[in-house]
């Protein structure tokens, strides 16, 4: 079953996060609330996925992405933004990131973007919920 | 037409106070003896203005309900009392009344009143949805700010790590002034981000040992720059009644600056301590740096307001802004003293209750 590991600092985001990816059947593995912390869990848990939000203090989105892909160049990784911002989506894809996720969060598009980087979660453990 | 809700307890004072207001064209929804029934009717009709008894007939008194009331509806709120005793008139003024008409009371007054406190509480409503706006506003600008500078920033850091060997040195320079100025911009739009918060985030009073809190910050000063050599003297015992987040953030800019105006000075000291001025304590941040133009004490405190330039001094005038809007929220003052190479003070107040 895909695993998920959520790097994102407010509180309202991670929790909107967790359960759009939750219900739809994915395992969310672990969240964390800033860019140290989500390195360190990255390396424990070896998640399949990994949203990262680009506006963290001390560490921004885009410098956890690059030291997580320069750890390993296999890491899947989504870059969540607010901005609609070219630059900022060429630079996370040439980082190595998979795709974006646009904030405020929409289930329909997120799960969309989700399941082509690491496939349709497990059927099974999914709320019958029509997003 | 203005409506009005009257809570008064005796029923022929209630009638007499709601045909005045008849007579002055307000229209009276109800007259209520107890503050309970006046919550609940506050809450189903949202009058524009409740004349408040403060003696009343239920378990609550008048202030008890106008607390709730305002509270929970933003109704304005004017007792009408015959107590006028420091005590009553002290835990009136905690429910934040719009209004207090001691009786008994001038037709006249209570129309002034009244219209004064309708005035006032629009005035309030519209301040209030521009605050609102103004933070969503203040969150979507600097999101949208940023994301634009961690690409320049990103894209300069890719160049100068993978194509550093095809440029000449002074176009490798280029490109770390353009990640220092992307830097330095981010830094802004974080202190701005700062000041808007400190200006409307709410405030929770608790005592405060500002001698303990002024000897972490000098200690982690000392940490993160240990070349420095800094001697520091802070008093014993030095108390404030302030909301801990906002009181730190003041006191790390304050001694921060005091840091890092002594950087070119031998000997440097710094001093937090306090003076009597009357029955007024004033506390004090005082360094031997490089101080400023005595003349110019009033403009530091204006945001982006520099003395210095950034090359001798870092910084983007934002600080001093910040600590002076914390003070003033706490209702204390915020003054500096200074003379060019003869260092800089910075006096401020704190009262002895709560601010606003």
Same mark, same amino acid.
Request: no cysteine; aromatic share 6%; hydrophobic share 40%.
């Given at each position: 079953m895909p695993t998920v590991l959520i790097i994102e600092d407010e509180d309202l985001d991670r929790k909107v996060l967790h359960s759009i990816l939750l219900s739809a059947g994915y395992e969310v593995v672990g969240t964390a609330r800033n860019g140290e912390e989500g390195i360190e869990l990255s390396r424990t848990l070896q998640p399949d996925l990994i949203t990262i939000d680009l506006m963290m203090p001390?560490? *921004?989105?885009?410098?956890?992405?690059?030291?997580?892909?320069?750890? *390993?160049?296999?890491?899947?990784?989504?870059i969540c933004t607010s901005a609609h911002s070219d630059p900022v989506v060429d630079l996370a894809m040439r980082y190595g990131a998979k795709g974006y996720i646009i904030k405020p969060f929409q289930a329909k598009s997120l799960l969309a973007t989700v399941k082509e980087v690491i496939g349709a979660p497990d059927p099974a453990r999914a709320n019958v919920w029509d997003f | 037409m203005t409506q009005v809700?009257?809570?008064?307890?005796?029923?022929?004072?209630?009638?007499?106070?709601? %045909?005045?207001?008849?007579?002055?064209?307000?229209?009276?929804?109800?007259?209520?003896?107890?503050?309970?029934?006046?919550?609940?009717?506050?809450?189903?009709?949202?009058?524009?203005?409740?004349?408040?008894?403060?003696?009343?007939?239920?378990?609550?008194?008048?202030? $008890?309900?106008?607390?709730?009331?305002?509270? $929970?509806?933003?109704?304005?709120?004017?007792f009408l009392t015959a107590y006028a005793d420091e005590q009553t008139i002290a835990r009136a003024k905690e429910a934040g009344p719009f209004g207090y008409l001691v009786k008994p009371f001038r037709e006249r007054d209570l129309y002034v009143t009244i219209e004064m406190a309708?005035?006032? %509480?629009?005035?309030?409503?519209?301040?209030?949805?521009?605050?609102?706006?103004?933070?969503?506003?203040?969150?979507?600008? %600097?999101?949208?700010?940023?994301?634009?500078?961690?690409?320049?920033?990103?894209?300069s850091q890719i160049l100068q790590e993978t194509y550093a060997g095809y440029l000449p040195p002074d176009g490798v320079e280029c490109l770390s002034r353009i990640r220092d100025a992307a830097n330095q911009m981010d830094h802004l739009i974080e202190d701005f981000l700062r000041l808007s918060r400190v200006t409307r985030a709410p405030i929770i009073i608790e005592k405060l040992d500002i001698s303990h809190i002024a000897r972490e910050i000098l200690g982690q000063l000392a940490t993160s720059e240990p070349d420095r050599k800094v001697s520091w003297k802070v008093e014993d015992g030095l108390i404030i009644n302030g909301d801990p987040g906002l009181c730190e953030i003041a006191l790390k800019n304050l001694i921060g600056n005091a840091w890092k105006y002594t950087n070119k000075t031998d000997g440097a000291l710094i001093q937090v301590g306090s003076i009597m001025q009357g029955q007024t304590k004033i506390f004090f941040v005082k360094d031997n740096g490089a101080g400023f133009p005595s003349d110019k004490a009033n403009l530091i405190f204006i945001p982006l307001q520099r003395l210095h330039s950034h090359n001798e001094f870092p910084g983007n005038g934002i600080g001093l802004a910040t600590v002076q809007r914390i003070v003033n929220r706490h209702g204390g003052r915020i003054w500096a003293e200074g003379e060019v190479g003869e260092g800089a003070?910075?006096?401020?107040?704190?009262?002895?209750?709560?601010? $606003?």
């Open positions: 001390k560490m *921004n989105g885009m410098e956890v992405l690059s030291k997580l892909m320069k750890e *390993n160049s296999e890491t899947k990784a989504l | 809700l009257v809570v008064e307890d005796e029923a022929i004072v209630a009638e007499s106070i709601a %045909s005045k207001l008849r007579r002055y064209g307000y229209e009276v929804i109800d007259t209520l003896p107890t503050g309970e029934e006046a919550i609940e009717m506050a809450g189903k009709t949202r009058p524009d203005v409740i004349l408040m008894d403060i003696h009343l007939a239920g378990k609550i008194d008048g202030i $008890q309900a106008a607390d709730r009331i305002s509270g $929970q509806f933003h109704i304005p709120v004017i309708r005035e006032r %509480s629009k005035l309030e409503a519209e301040l209030e949805a521009a605050n609102r706006e103004l933070d969503s506003f203040s969150y979507s600008v %600097s999101h949208d700010l940023r994301a634009p500078l961690i690409a320049i920033d990103g894209f003070t910075f006096y401020f107040t704190f009262p002895e209750g709560s601010g $606003q």
